[in-house]
């Protein structure tokens, strides 16, 4: 078997530059044995750069990354290379504790796997590819805009795997896109349910809880502020009539800048206002722009969605001129 016993001293000069300028060499160096085939190892290359992240588009079609190994050492293999490949779930509490996260695993039924086994064929250096196809909608879908990791472990039975390569970690998120979500019609909506409503300071046509809903900008929902003044959390419950997806609401803030508007919100769906989904909280920006939203939680069903307002830019009554759904 060869080895690398004898470098000569200009091969090394380099390596030996401090070991010349302090204590002086030998012409040769002496180095342990190192038989060729300690420099064979066999990887996944779609970690070298660390983990893969992924954005999905929320769809029925195919979304795939690829997987694989790679040969890697001195020549090629002289024969074949079985390989095999697995989730590897014992992998993601180590990387969150590394790299402070708390990604959870992308289940099972939201991804399926090419193949687990495959060969390094003698005389070549990698794998064919491989892929996982990800579920974005329909039954067993990864919940929209939440993050996950998927770690996909190297092993091999008769070549050393290099340890630091041998797990390459998807970070996955499938993303919507606003365009697909047309905004529903609030045709047979009512007002459920509300914290407070200032049903005479703000006029006839005004500051009710239902003028949330009635298409004009320049009417609002606002709080109680005549006779009192309670502060937050405000909330308002919609009733659709009707049971929805909601995969995310519209806000629309009073129409005057020195109004108190809404800022940490939370959204919870529900079929019967016994049980209620957490579809998640979120922070609006302070202005009168209609502002999208998608449920940090992923897409809900449900018949009522209730809104409640935890926090406030100023002041400790609020209002909502327009409030929507899509």
């Known amino acids: 078997m060869q080895t690398f016993n004898k470098l000569s001293k200009s091969t090394i000069a380099l390596g030996l530059l401090s070991c010349t300028l302090w204590y002086g060499c030998k012409d040769e160096v002496d180095l342990p044995y190192q038989p060729l085939d300690s420099y064979t190892q066999v990887y996944m290359p779609q970690n070298v750069n660390g983990p893969v992240s992924k954005v999905l588009k929320i769809k029925d079609s195919v979304q795939t990354v690829i997987y694989g190994a790679v040969y890697g050492g001195v020549g090629y293999p002289e024969s074949d290379v079985a390989v095999s490949f697995k989730i590897d779930p014992l992998k993601v509490d180590s990387f969150n504790l590394v790299n402070n996260t708390n990604y959870p695993l992308l289940p099972a039924e939201s991804y399926t796997l090419s193949g687990i086994s495959g060969v390094i064929s003698k005389g070549t250096l990698s794998t064919q590819p491989f892929n996982v196809s990800f579920k974005t909608m329909g039954a067993g879908a990864m919940t929209a805009l939440k993050t996950y990791i998927l770690p996909i472990s190297l092993i091999s039975p008769s070549v050393k795997v290099n340890s630091k390569l041998a797990t390459v970690f998807y970070i996955i998120t499938a993303q919507p896109d606003l ?83 809404p800022k940490a919100v939370n959204v919870q769906v529900s079929e019967d206002k016994i049980t209620w989904q957490n579809g998640g909280s979120f922070q609006l920006q302070n202005n009168q722009n209609v502002q999208f939203v998608f449920l940090p939680e992923g897409f809900k069903t449900g018949r009522y969605f209730k809104v409640t307002i935890n926090s406030l830019y100023a002041g400790r009554s609020t209002q909502v001129a327009e409030l929507n759904a899509f």
């Open 179 to 261: 365009n697909d979500y047309p905004i529903y019609s609030r045709t047979n909506w009512t007002v459920d349910d509300f914290s407070s409503q200032e049903a005479n300071g703000e006029g006839a046509n005004n500051g009710r809880a239902i003028f949330a809903l009635d298409g004009d900008k320049n009417t609002f929902w606002h709080t109680q502020w005549q006779g009192g003044e309670p502060g937050p959390p405000h909330s308002l419950t919609i009733d659709m009539n009707e049971s929805k997806v909601i995969h995310g609401l519209s806000f629309q803030a009073r129409q005057e800048d020195g109004g108190p508007k």
